[in-house]
């Protein structure tokens, strides 16, 4: 995996954010092989690829053929009613000096223009907010914005289509859902739309139910879930080139031990399989199976019998197979010879849990085979041993310092919260910042202005603003899908006399004569 940003424009320029789109447009309509994402938002498009199949020069070439792409389309006009009733609209208006009736009527006066969506599904960023609203973003993001706010932030604003993590200073609530799975377009607005806010009074839009990505009645039934475990989720290699939605890429979050037990049963890498965390289910076959589990931290029991990571095995019909914690890591995944059936959603089965697309395995549930394959078990190869310490390899990112880079390589940091949206850390407190929003890259280091940083996975927000003075080595990516709550992180740099050059800002006129 490798990933740039084509810097377009700088600042809050509607010509070079015209462009960014326009080319992205373009882009995806016709994406060479091994184009991961193409994510516009103000003046960059971030493009993420498989260096394997689709080198740089590659991609810059592909990119001057598009240079005579066509103007961006023309954007619908929308009105979006409000209820001012934000938690944080008395501070900004203590903060501004303005009155309360002030901060309404100076939010609603500007037409904004969506610059981009992102950092979930249907997230809009709009602009420009009027001047003498402009509040940097909180030092460090609530672990929870409720669906449907409206928030501000320097000159952008926008609305939570769901409940997430977030920096922004909340203002009211929007009375129409902007995002909706369920809907035949799920997105009520898009890039180029021009969008008035008016204060009105309603009922705050529910919020959408997760959307099924599991067959009601599998063709070939498999295995039945007699118990849930913590977090079971049917994962594929994942959702590419749609983060320009606000998508998260998704998929395995160690993608090394799930391609390990698909390649196991015979399955192609990025076949649907189970992905398992902390605490396995119970499940029982309806049907004899091959199977293999590959990962760490969990131990497969059929019945009684212990079965080793790395190995297939064959599952009867009728026998059940459970989990057990042991040893170090937090993840395994379940692989079944045909793979395991599952509705695409733009292109994958994984589950996007913050975009309310998928969800968790309860009880009861029935897991359908893709199809019937014949397959001998007994094949194994041998896992790659979690190291004993977590050493992990950084690159500069594109808000890269020598001090917070330094910052990072200097003392071990903790891990306070790891999920499938990332982990947050605590140890030394690294110089950080925000700017203007931008894409996100798969193992980016954001820095928030309290210093404490985020290490971004499968299931980030596409966008974000704050600085990303690091990402981490794709090499390593798979060892943070094993890391838990209290264990240590040491960075190291990953940095080679023959990639010093690379740098993550491309310049549009240096590069696309």
Sequence with gaps: MEGFYLVLGEGLSEEANRRAQALARALLKAPPEGLWDAIPAYGTLYLEYDSRRLSR??????????????????????VIPVRYDGEDLPEVAHRTGLSLEAVRRLHQAPLYRVYALGFTPGFPFLAPVAEALRLPRRPHPRPRVPAHSLAMAGPQTGIYPLPSPGGWHLLGTALVAVYDPHREEPFLLR?????????????????????????????????????PGLMDLVVDGGRFLAGHLGLARSGPLDPYSASLANRLVGNPPGAPLLEVAYRGPVLTALRDLVAAVAGYGLTALLEVEEIPPGQSFFWPRGKTLSFRPRGRGVRVYLAVAGALEGRSFM???????????????????????????????????????????????????????????????????????????????????????????????????????????????????????????????????????????????????????????????????????
């Design 57 to 78: 020069a590659r991609l810059l070439r592909f990119l001057r053929r598009l240079a005579s792409f066509s103007p961006e389309e023309e954007g619908k006009y929308v």
């Design 191 to 227: 890039p180029g739309d021009r969008v008035r806010f008016k204060e009105a009074e309603g009922p705050t839009p529910k919020e959408p139910s997760p959307l099924e990505l599991l067959p009601e009645e599998p063709r070939i039934p498999a295995f039945r879930v007699e118990e």
């Design 347 to 513: 292109g994958s089965v994984s589950p996007d849990l913050r975009g309310r697309i998928g969800r968790p395995l309860v009880a009861g549930d029935v897991l359908g085979l893709g199809e019937e394959r014949a397959v001998r078990p007994g094949l194994a190869f041998r896992q790659r041993p979690l190291p004993e310490s977590f050493r992990i390899r950084l690159l500069p990112g594109s808000q890269f310092t020598e001090e917070a880079f330094r910052t990072l390589l200097s003392a071990p940091f903790r891990v306070v919260r790891a999920d499938r949206m990332g982990l947050e850390l605590s140890g030394p407190e690294v110089p950080g910042g925000e700017g203007l929003s931008e894409a996100t890259p798969l193992g980016g280091i954001q820095v928030p202005p309290s210093g404490r940083p985020l290490v971004l996975l499968a299931d980030k927000g596409s966008l974000g603003g704050y600085a990303k003075p690091a990402r981490v080595a794709p090499e390593d990516l798979w060892l943070l899908g094993q890391v838990w709550p209290g264990v240590e992180l040491s960075f190291t740099s990953g940095l080679h006399r023959d990639n010093r050059h690379i740098t993550q800002k491309v310049p549009w006129e240096e590069e696309i004569p």
